[in-house]
């Protein structure tokens, strides 16, 4: 007789970098073995690979693409599926802000899961203007440009970057939406350093995971704050 299937519960959350609002399960025991395994391999890249395949297992909607995702949104998505799978809650031990404190206290904090969002620049866009009339809309680089983005950086490997991340030109008439990458490589070559700087400020400005903790420490009564972000601070 086939085994009953057991319920799981369901949870919404939105993509920051699309705004998709999808549907998503908690991680299964299959799936935390995975995880586990990546995490003892202490590589990289493969323990992100890991949690890209996790989220594409555990998202339910149907016009989700895994591969699309920038590097933060998966930072964020799996912040959102270990809260709803392991515990809501993060447990930090916080030095003082300032290293030359004479306090050595370390204090306590727990934060909620729930609290941490993708923090996005005041005036972030991706559609950057070049001219009156050329646009270009730009996305954020996803695990696949890991290799791109890691280490000292030459010309030839920014220009690979930036093409890879071009969504499509525009003007007033057209979308331009299909090209070759030699073509985007001499469309960015061809701009002045202007326009360039524009699109560079699109890379330094990537949104990031941040949380700003504010506590009393109860050894000196100083009161102190620090901003968590990325993935991996909230985790040592
Ligand atoms: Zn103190």
């Given at each position: 007789m086939a085994l009953p299937?057991?319920?799981?519960?369901?949870?919404?959350?939105?993509?920051?970098?699309?705004?998709?609002?999808?549907?998503?399960?908690?991680?299964?025991?299959?799936?935390?073995?995975?995880?586990?395994?990546?995490?003892?391999?202490?590589?990289?890249?493969?323990m992100t690979n890991a949690v890209q395949n996790i989220i594409g297992a555990c998202v339910l909607s149907d016009n989700?693409?895994?591969?699309?995702?920038?590097?933060?949104?998966?930072?964020?998505?799996?912040?959102?599926?270990?809260?709803?799978?392991?515990?809501?809650?993060?447990?930090?031990?916080?030095?003082?802000?300032?290293p030359e404190s004479e306090c050595k206290h370390r204090t306590d904090i727990s934060i909620d899961i729930d609290e941490i969002e993708i923090k996005f620049p005041e005036d972030y866009t991706d559609k950057i203007?070049?001219?009156?009339?050329?646009?270009?809309?730009?996305?954020?680089?996803?695990?696949?440009?890991?290799?791109?983005?890691e280490g000292e950086l030459d010309f030839?490997?920014?220009?690979?970057?930036?093409?890879?991340?071009?969504?499509?030109?525009?003007?007033?008439?057209?979308?331009?939406d299909?090209?070759?990458?030699?073509?985007?490589?001499q469309f960015i070559e061809g701009l002045n350093q202007q326009q360039f700087g524009k699109i560079q400020k699109f890379f330094t400005d990537i949104p990031k995971l941040s949380h700003k903790i504010a506590w009393k420490c109860p050894k000196c009564g100083e009161?102190?704050?620090?901003?968590?972000?990325?993935?991996n601070s909230f985790f040592t």
């Open positions: 299937l057991l319920n799981t519960p369901e949870f919404e959350t939105i993509v920051p970098s699309s705004k998709q609002r999808i549907k998503f399960r908690p991680f299964l025991v299959k799936e935390e073995k995975v995880l586990f395994m990546a995490l003892q391999g202490g590589d990289t890249r493969e989700f693409d895994p591969s699309k995702l920038a590097m933060y949104d998966i930072e964020y998505l799996f912040l959102k599926l270990r809260g709803k799978s392991v515990g809501e809650q993060i447990d930090l031990r916080l030095r003082h802000s300032d203007q070049l001219t009156d009339n050329v646009g270009i809309q730009m996305k954020h680089p996803g695990i696949q440009h890991s290799a791109l983005t030839d490997s920014v220009l690979e970057l930036i093409s890879e991340c071009v969504v499509c030109i525009y003007d007033h008439d057209n979308v331009y299909s090209f070759t990458s030699d073509e985007i490589k009161e102190d704050s620090v901003v968590v972000e990325g993935l």
